[in-house]
């Protein structure tokens, strides 16, 4: 169901729809949509739309034009779309979106991972929580979303790991089989991941339906895809929208918090949790910084010496095997519902 009162869009959505081979209802406003809004397949709101029916489920997608600038997203975050499509950019990645609503297929979970200031340390983060996860048995996919942050096989010690990087697959097109994408895929830890080049070329672009159809089948393929965000505006509006759940990471600082407070402005209508970066005593001092930053501690990352160091020479993975980031991971895990914390027990 699309609802709008823009003819023009409403024939951009038609001409998507029925290239997905689907049926569409248009409605004009929210009053009309409200009896088929939970019945429908999926639910398309125009831009023109900016007050909902109550309902027990957000719009699926916010639909808009590409002059429409910066303030698409900011609608979008103000009344709780799950995503935003840019036409016509975005219209291949919209009709396999809609093709799959049709039929969804069971999918992992999406844990977007970001700093809430600079050196914030969640690349560190993102990388020993994928390691803990495989190490309880579940298929793991760490994704460098950041193409400015140097490329998180550096970290890995794997840039001369065999397998596929963003520029091989800044061209893809339509639905990517999940299983294809998984075997292309070069691994380190125990766990596949998808990087930028640790290289001092310049990155090749991959659009947002390219990243979108990529981020997609790793849903399919994999239980858990663990997204290194970073903190640019273009790797936020493409991959945090798509996230089921953000983790922001936080320095255990008044500086950072306040930095990490004007980052969710940013940020999209997703579940997000707080995670205080530091010393034992951190602790003490996480509620009131949680309070300040507006969101809930999840956990405590653990500040051990050489860790920056680590970083440099590829060692973060040895780091991980650590109890007290192991005790941080699992707390992190939790958050996923014991969905994969059963996974040990089995």
Known sequence: MLVTRFDFLQGEVERIVAAAGGLLRVVADVSEAAPFW??????????????????????????GLS????????????IGAQRVAVLPDAAAWL??????????????????????????????????ISQAAAGLGARVLLVDA????????LALAAEEAPGLRWPDLADASGSIDPGQLADALPVAGGFSFLSWPGSRERPAPVDSSAAGGVLDAARRGFELVVVDIGRNAEPLRTFAWDCDRLLIVVPAQLKAAVASARLLQELPPVDAALVIRGKAGAALDGTLIAESVGLPLHAIMPEIRGTAGAAELGRLLEHGRRRSVRRFAAAVLELLDGELLSLEAQ
Do not use: K, N, Q
Request: with cysteine; proline share 6%; hydrophobic share 40%.
């Open 95 to 128: 009709a396999e979106y809609l093709s799959r609503s049709r039929s969804p297929e069971a999918g992992g979970v999406v844990l977007g991972v970001t700093g809430g200031c600079g050196g914030a340390g969640a690349t560190t983060a993102a990388i020993w």
């Open 146 to 153: 950041d193409p400015w942050g140097g490329g998180v096989e």
């Open 38 to 63: 939970d019945s429908a397949a999926a639910v398309l709101v125009g831009s023109d739309i900016r007050e909902l029916p109550p309902r027990r489920r957000a719009p699926a997608v916010l639909v």
């Open 67 to 78: 002059g429409e600038g910066d303030s698409l997203w900011h609608l979008g975050a103000a």
